[in-house]
C-alpha cells in the first residue's frame, strides 16, 4: 500500500511542476494556474504537517510555509510581471523548494538545492543583471555537491537519517558544507550577491530565493545532526560569521538608497541572526531562531511585494536619498509597510518580537558576545527601515503623476494575511514558539550544552522576561509525546 | 519591555504626524534612532539579570546578582532610562520632539515618555542602592541634565521647547532624588511633575493667544520675564553661555561628530568594498532620478 505521507509529498511537489508547465504551454490565465498550484501545495504540506510526527515537523513546516508565501507570491505580482515565464519560474522554484525540505536523501537535497537555482541562471526567466548572484550560488552548489560526492566516495548510504551522528567525511565534507552556507545564505564574505540580486533581478521571485533560507536549512536539516562534534567544537566559527554579517550588512544598510538593496541587507541580516540562533544550541536559541525563520521570511516577502506594487505605480526609480510622500497616494500599503517592517525589527506585540527575544536570551547563555552584539546590529537594522519607510512614504506629496490606485483587493487581502500572521503570533505566540521548540529540540538533543551559570532546570520561567508564552523547557516537556503516536 | 518600546514607536509617529513637512519626519527619523540606541541597554540588561540570577522578575524579591553583575545591569538600565529621558548626552531629542501635535507632546513629553526612565530606575532602584558607582552616576547625570535644561531652556524661543527643557530640568532632580535613594520623594515628584507640566502643555497655545492678545491692548509695552540669574554673570560669560545655550550644549553636534558621521564613514566604506569591481547600477540610478529632478525644477521656474 502506498504510504499516505509519500502521495501528499509528491503532490505538493510535483504539481507546482506541472502547472509550470501548463502555465508556460497555456499562457492563458497564468495566475489563476499559479495559484491553484500554489494552493494545492499548501494544502498537501498542511496535511502532511497535521500528520508530522513531534519534534520531526521542521520540514513539514517549511512546506506549509514556503508554499503559502507561493500563494502570497501568486495575489501580490502585479499584472505587468504576471506573464507565463515569470508564473511558471515561480512555480518551478516552489516545486524545487518543498523538495529540498521534503528531502531524506543527500541526493535529492543536492538535486532540489541546484533546481532552485536554476531559473536564476537563465536570462528568460530570473537572471539577475548582475554576475555575482550566479556566482554566489555557483559556488554553493559545487561546494554541496562536492561535500555529497565524498560521502559517496567513502561508502556512506546517501540517508540524511542513517548518516547522523557519524560524521560522514569528516572535517572536510563539515568544511565544504559550511562553505555552502556561507555562499548560499550570503554569510559574510559572500554576502555582496543578495543585495545585487534583489537590485538587478526581479524582486518578488528573487525574495522567494532568499526566503527558501537554504543556508539555515543546511545547519538545521544536515551539518548539526550529521557534525556533533564538529558543531560543538568548530561550529562557533560560523555563528561569529553570522553575528559579523548581522553587524556589517546593519552597518551597510544605514548609508543605502536603493531600497531593495536596503531591503536586502536586512533581510540579510536578519536572517544572519536565525544561524546565530541555531548555532547557539540552546533550546532557547534555536526555538528562536525557527519562530525567527518564519517571521523574516512572511515580512521581508511582503516588503519586497510592497516595494514592488510601488515600483510598479510610481517608477522604478524610487529611492530612499529624499521624501517622495506615496502614504498620500497609497495609504494602505504604507500601513502594511511600516507594520511588515517593523514586524521584521522585533515590534512589541509582534512574533518577531517573541523570536528575538528567545534568540538573544539563547545566544547570551551560549555566547555572550554574540548575545550582546545582535541587539546592536537589530537595532540598527530598525533604524534603517524606519528610514525607509519615512523616505519612501513620508514627506511632500508628490505632484506629477494622475491618481494612482492604492493596494487592489487581492493585494490587500493576502497583504493583511500576511499582517495577521505577525500580528496574532506575536499576541498569542505559544502556538507556534511550541511548534519551534519541539523542532529545537529534535535538531539540538545532540549538540545541547546547559547554559554556564544556571542549569536550565533550575531557572525560572521566560514568561518572567516576555509575559505571555511559557518556558521553552517547559513547552517542549509538555508537548513531547512517544514517538509510536 | 514591550511597554517600553510601544510608548517609543508611538511617541516617534506622533513626531512625524504632520507628514507633509520634511523636519517632523526627520526629527521622528532621529528619535526612533536614539531610542533604539537607547533600548538596547534595557534589553540586553534584562536578559543579563535572567542569565546570571535566573529571573527577571522583581514580583518575588529582586535578582540575586554580585557586585560587578550589579554594577553592569544597572549601567545597562540606566542607558535605557537616561535615553527614554533625554538625559545628558541624549538630550537632543526633546528639542526635536515638540514637532508632533501639542497634547501628544503634553502626553508624552510632560508626562509618560519623560519619566518612563525615572520609573524605569525607581523599579530597579534596589539593585541600584546596591552599587555606588551606579548611584553616583545617576546623581552626577541628574545634575548635569538639571543645570544643562535650565541653561538650555532659557535660550528657547517657542514655548513647547522652554518647556521641554523645563521637564528636563525636573527630571534630571529626579533622578537625583533616586540616586540618593530617596524612592518615596522621587515618586511624590514625579507625580506632581507629569499633571503640572501636562496642563502646561495643554495650556500652552491658549496662553500665547491670551498674551498677544493682552500684547496688543496694553499697546506691546509687556515687558519680559524670567531674566533673573544672568545678570549676576559677567557679560563675556552670559555672551559664551548664550551661544552654548543657543546650540543646545552643542548635544547634537558631538553625537553626530562622534558617533553618527563615524558610523556613516565606515558604511560608505562597506559601500565601496561591496561595490569593488562591479558596475553600480545603483548610482547610475541614484543620477537619473536626481537628473530628472532638477529638470523638474527648473521647469517650474
Request: hydrophobic fraction near 55%; charge should be positive; glycine fraction near 10%.
Amino acid at each position: 500500500m502506498v504510504d499516505p505521507a509519500l502521495t501528499f509529498r509528491v503532490v505538493a511537489i510535483s504539481v507546482p511542476w506541472f502547472a509550470a508547465i501548463l502555465a508556460a504551454a497555456s499562457r492563458r490565465q497564468v495566475r489563476g494556474i499559479g495559484f491553484v498550484a500554489a494552493s494545492a501545495s499548501v494544502l498537501s504540506s498542511a496535511v502532511l504537517l497535521h500528520g508530522a510526527p513531534a519534534g520531526r515537523s521542521l520540514g513539514e513546516a517549511l512546506m506549509v510555509l514556503f508554499s503559502s508565501l507561493a500563494v502570497g507570491a501568486m495575489l501580490v505580482l502585479p499584472r505587468r510581471d504576471c506573464n507565463p515565464r515569470t508564473i511558471a519560474g515561480i512555480l518551478f522554484v516552489l516545486g524545487s523548494t518543498l523538495l529540498a525540505y521534503a528531502a531524506e536523501n543527500l541526493l535529492v537535497l543536492l538535486a532540489a538545492w541546484i533546481l532552485t537555482t536554476v531559473p536564476f541562471f537563465l536570462t528568460q526567466l530570473f537572471r539577475a543583471g548582475s554576475w555575482r548572484p550566479r556566482l554566489g550560488l555557483l559556488l554553493s552548489s559545487v561546494a554541496l555537491a562536492l561535500a555529497t560526492g565524498l560521502i559517496a566516495a567513502e561508502g556512506h548510504a546517501m540517508s540524511i537519517g542513517r548518516l547522523t551522528g557519524q560524521s560522514p567525511g569528516g572535517m572536510v565534507v563539515f568544511g565544504l558544507l559550511v562553505v555552502a552556507v556561507i555562499f548560499r545564505k550570503g554569510i559574510c564574505p559572500a554576502q555582496a550577491w543578495v543585495a545585487d540580486a534583489a537590485d538587478s533581478g526581479p524582486a518578488i521571485p528573487t525574495a522567494l530565493l532568499l526566503n527558501g533560507h537554504f543556508g539555515a536549512l543546511l545547519v538545521a536539516k544536515l551539518i548539526v545532526p550529521l557534525f556533533p562534534h564538529a558543531t560543538r567544537d568548530l561550529f562557533p566559527v560560523l555563528s561569529y560569521l553570522a553575528l559579523a554579517t548581522a553587524l556589517y550588512v546593519a552597518i551597510r544598510a544605514l548609508t543605502e538608497n536603493s531600497p531593495r538593496r536596503l531591503l536586502a541587507f536586512l533581510s540579510l541580516s536578519q536572517s544572519a541572526c536565525i544561524l546565530a540562533g541555531l548555532e547557539s544550541r540552546t533550546p532557547e536559541g534555536m526555538t528562536g531562531a525557527l519562530v525567527h525563520w518564519f517571521v523574516v521570511t512572511v515580512s521581508t516577502m511582503g516588503l519586497f511585494g510592497i516595494l514592488r506594487l510601488l515600483e510598479v505605480r510610481f517608477g522604478e526609480n524610487l529611492t530612499a536619498s529624499r521624501h517622495l510622500g506615496l502614504a498620500e497616494h497609497a495609504p494602505r500599503l504604507a500601513v502594511f509597510f511600516v507594520i511588515f517592517g517593523l514586524a521584521l525589527v522585533g515590534l512589541p506585540g509582534t512574533l518577531s518580537f517573541c523570536s528575538q527575544d528567545l534568540l538573544i536570551h539563547g545566544t547570551l547563555a551560549s555566547h555572550p558576545l554574540t548575545g550582546l552584539l545582535l541587539p546592536i546590529a537589530i537595532a540598527m537594522n530598525a533604524v534603517s527601515i524606519f528610514r525607509l519607510f519615512t523616505r519612501l512614504f513620508l514627506g511632500k506629496r508628490r505632484t506629477g503623476f494622475t491618481v494612482m490606485a492604492d493596494a487592489l483587493p487581492r493585494e490587500r487581502w493576502i497583504l493583511t494575511a500576511g499582517v495577521l500572521f505577525v500580528v496574532l503570533g506575536g499576541l498569542f505566540p505559544n502556538a507556534i514558539v511550541t511548534l519551534g521548540a519541539v523542532d529545537a529540540e529534535s535538531v539540538a538533543h545532540v549538540t545541547y550544552v546547559p547554559v554556564r551559570s544556571v542549569p536550565l532546570a533550575g531557572r525560572q520561567p521566560l514568561a518572567n522576561v516576555r509575559p505571555g508564552y511559557r518556558d521553552v523547557g517547559q513547552v517542549i516537556r509538555a508537548r513531547r509525546r512517544p514517538p509510536n503516536t | 519591555v514591550a511597554g517600553w518600546e510601544i510608548v517609543g514607536i508611538t511617541s516617534v509617529l506622533l513626531i512625524a504626524f504632520f507628514q507633509q513637512r520634511t523636519a517632523p519626519v526627520e526629527n521622528g527619523l532621529r528619535v526612533f534612532a536614539v531610542y533604539r540606541a537607547s533600548d538596547i541597554g534595557l534589553l540586553v540588561g534584562v536578559f543579563a539579570m535572567h542569565h546570571w540570577a535566573g529571573t527577571a522578575s522583581f514580583a518575588g524579591g529582586f535578582p540575586m546578582l554580585t557586585g560587578t553583575q550589579g554594577v553592569i545591569a544597572s549601567l545597562l538600565l540606566l542607558l535605557a532610562a537616561a535615553g527614554k529621558a533625554a538625559q545628558v548626552p541624549f538630550s537632543g531629542w526633546l528639542p526635536r520632539a515638540m514637532e508632533g501635535p501639542t497634547p501628544s507632546s503634553a502626553i508624552f513629553y510632560g508626562a509618560i515618555s519623560i519619566h518612563a526612565g525615572a520609573y524605569l530606575l525607581l523599579r530597579v532602584q534596589p539593585i541600584l542602592a546596591q552599587s555606588p558607582l551606579a548611584s553616583a552616576l545617576v546623581i552626577l547625570i541628574g545634575v548635569i541634565t538639571a543645570i544643562y535644561g535650565t541653561i538650555v531652556g532659557r535660550a528657547s524661543a517657542d514655548a513647547k521647547t522652554s518647556l521641554a527643557y523645563a521637564s528636563l530640568t525636573q527630571v534630571g532632580v529626579v533622578f537625583v532624588e533616586i540616586g540618593l535613594g530617596w524612592k518615596w520623594i522621587a515618586v511624590a515628584h514625579v507625580l506632581g511633575h507629569a499633571t503640572v507640566r501636562t496642563l502646561q502643555f495643554l495650556r500652552a497655545p491658549s496662553m500665547l493667544h491670551d498674551y498677544h492678545v493682552m500684547h496688543s491692548a496694553i499697546g506691546g509695552d509687556l515687558s519680559p520675564a524670567g531674566k533673573h540669574f544672568e545678570d549676576l554673570l559677567p557679560e563675556p560669560v552670559q555672551l559664551w553661555l548664550y551661544r552654548w545655550a543657543l546650540d543646545r550644549g552643542h548635544l547634537d553636534t558631538i553625537l553626530d561628530r562622534f558617533v553618527i558621521h563615524p558610523l556613516m564613514q565606515l558604511s560608505h566604506i562597506f559601500a565601496r568594498l561591496d561595490n569593488f569591481g562591479v558596475d553600480q547600477p545603483v548610482i547610475q540610478r541614484e543620477k537619473v532620478a536626481l537628473s530628472m529632478q532638477s529638470h523638474a525644477g527648473r521647469g517650474g521656474n
